[in-house]
């Protein structure tokens, strides 16, 4: 069973920044597609970024310019940077990877 631990979430003003990390195991790390989503309350779970085996990226409109995603092969860990939040992008943010989740992890923007 692939297993994904989140970390990095809180609170955070607007226009802050905050790096959320996902620890994978139990998968050929260097080989996989990772995703993050985010879901916020009373809201369908959406896509924000992804990043292909080979590096290549892809970022929802609304945080294309914000965030960056990327991986380390060598700590099978993949990481979300999020500059200039915004309130709306309040919600939980998940790691994906091969129809696995991991358990979320919060982010709040707020003054």
């Known amino acids: 069973q692939v297993q994904l631990v989140e970390s990095g979430g809180g609170l955070v003003q607007p226009g802050g920044s905050l790096r959320l990390s996902c620890a994978v195991s139990?998968?050929?790390?260097?080989?996989?597609?990772m995703a993050w989503y985010r879901q916020a309350p009373g809201k369908q779970r959406e896509l924000v970024a992804t990043?292909?085996?080979?590096?290549?990226?892809y970022y929802q409109d609304s945080v294309k310019g914000r965030f960056t995603i990327s991986r380390d092969n060598a700590k099978n860990t993949v990481y979300l940077q999020m500059n200039g939040l915004k309130p709306e992008d309040t919600a939980v943010y998940y790691c994906?990877?091969?129809?696995?989740w991991g358990q979320g992890t919060q982010v709040t923007v707020s003054s």
């Open positions: 994906h990877t091969a129809s696995n």
């Open positions: 139990r998968i050929i790390f260097s080989l996989a597609a």
């Open positions: 990043i292909t085996s080979g590096g290549s990226t």
